[in-house]
């Protein structure tokens, strides 16, 4: 059972692009829009130093 402030999320973890759903309060699907306003994100992750990026901006590491 779901308790307040809850929420139920799924990932498409793919070799190319990435996403991450949830079911809104509303019960629909949604697909989560990243903070570049994309709802896909490169799968991608750069260690460079002590610091992990993931997505697009790791291809420019």
């Known amino acids: 059972m779901k308790k307040k402030g809850q929420f139920i999320v799924g990932s498409d973890l793919g070799t190319t692009f990435s ?23 490169a799968s991608i992750v750069s260690y460079a130093g002590k610091k992990s990026v993931a997505g697009a901006d790791a291809k420019l590491d």
């Open 19 to 41: 996403e991450i759903g949830r079911i809104n309060g509303a019960g629909i699907p949604e697909i989560i829009t990243g903070l570049d306003g994309k709802q896909k994100m």
